[in-house]
C-alpha cells in the first residue's frame, strides 16, 4: 500500500460509492489570536496492488507542534477495497484533527504512515495575524 497524495481541506463530503469531493484545500492557517483549539481535516489517498485487495491496513496520524512535540496520535485500520477489475485499488481517507490546542505560530506537521511502510508529511503553517493602526492585516 502507498500514500499518493495528502492535502488539509475545509470541508470534504462523501457519496454511497466512496468517492470524496475536497472543498477549499490549504496549507497555511492565519489566526487572530494563540492559542486557539484547531478543528481540521486531512484527506490522503491510497493506492495497493492486487495482493493487498481485502486486506485490512494499519493508519498512524501525529500531529505534531513546530517543537515536533506530538499534539494528537491516532491508530486506525483501512480495509483496502476490491476494485472491479484487476488493478489497483485506489481510495481516499479522511482524518479529523477535533480540538487541538495550537499554541504557537510556525510550522505543524501532520505525520501519517500507512501500511507500516509509506509515509507523508503534511504540513500546516499558522501565522497570527494582528490588525494593523491603519486597519491592515499583518502576518507576524
Known sequence: MQIRWGM???DVS?????????????????VPE???EADLIAVVK????????????????????PDGVVLQEDADVTQVPIPDAPKRAIW????????????DPGEYTLA???????EIDLPLYVYL???G???????G
Open 8 to 10: 488539509w481541506a475545509k
Open 14 to 30: 462523501e457519496d454511497q460509492f466512496g468517492n470524496i469531493s475536497i472543498w477549499k484545500a490549504f496549507d497555511e492557517l492565519y
Open 34 to 36: 494563540l492559542p486557539i
Open 46 to 65: 491510497f493506492d495497493a496492488d492486487e495482493s493487498e485487495h481485502g486486506t485490512e491496513q494499519p493508519i498512524v496520524c501525529r500531529l505534531l507542534d
Open 92 to 103: 481516499g481517507y479522511v482524518y479529523q484533527v477535533e480540538g487541538v490546542e495550537l499554541a
Open 112 to 118: 501519517i504512515q500507512a501500511g507500516g511502510e509509506s
Open 129 to 131: 495575524v494582528e490588525e
Open 133 to 139: 493602526a491603519d486597519g491592515d492585516e499583518e502576518a
